[in-house]
């Protein structure tokens, strides 16, 4: 694999994202208790909107998850994962993600993200999600050089949903029995964004992160 390139020869994005009060980056092994204060106030806010095989992880295991396999899904290419830090504090308040990214001709991902419990109602999550956003779109070697990036919200998500308007993303339609979540297969609201309905935010600065 070619530096700047996942096995596949896409390009690959290890890139940090500044917002004026967030800093998004991968998780390290130093984050692990402060991942694990976060996790433990959150689950029984997001447990009702999880697919059973992850209710059924620890955090101990999601904490794995998102940093020993999340570094191996970044080089393949498949997942890029970052954890959205209070600039001013270093509270981690967010976790968002590019999830089965796809290239040849669709350049696409699919946009997920989960704000912590004590830090809802800031606006972090649009904050977070939208320098995301700008790593998904921006050119290499910064950015990953996708075209589209879509994300997938149950009808009774009231929060998400409102996190998706105020990014500008399309409400291309309902996916009806789309994912398996808390043990049903749930509807899902569709919203998309492509490269030429896309504004790089001024205040989304990226920066390669330092190895």
């Not at 996708?146 to 291309?172: C, D, F, W, Y």
Request: hydrophobic share 40%.
């Amino acid at each position: 694999m070619t530096p700047g390139r996942d096995a596949q020869g896409a390009p690959t994005a290890r890139t940090l994202a500044h917002t004026p009060r967030l800093v998004l980056r991968p998780l390290l092994e130093s984050d692990r208790a402060e991942f694990m204060r976060t996790h433990e106030l959150s689950r029984p806010l997001y447990d009702s909107w999880s697919p059973r095989m992850m209710m059924a992880m620890s955090n101990e295991e999601l904490f794995e998850k998102s940093t020993r396999f999340a570094d191996e899904e970044e080089r393949l290419g498949t997942r890029v994962r970052r954890a959205a830090f209070e600039r001013a504090t270093g509270r981690l308040v967010a976790m968002v993600s590019l999830n089965e990214i796809v290239r040849g001709p669709f350049q696409n991902a699919y946009v997920g993200w989960r704000t912590s419990a004590d830090a809802l109602g800031l606006g972090y999550a649009p904050e977070a999600v939208r320098a995301l956003i700008a790593l998904a779109l921006t050119d290499p070697p910064l950015g990953l050089g996708l075209h589209r990036v879509q994300a997938n919200i149950m009808p009774t998500n009231a929060a998400s949903l409102r996190v998706a308007e105020k990014l500008g993303l399309r409400r291309e339609g309902l996916a009806l029995r789309y994912l398996e979540i808390n043990g049903v297969y749930a509807d899902h609201v569709m919203y998309a964004m492509t490269r030429e309905e896309w504004l790089h935010p001024s205040e989304v600065r990226l920066e390669p992160v330092c190895t």
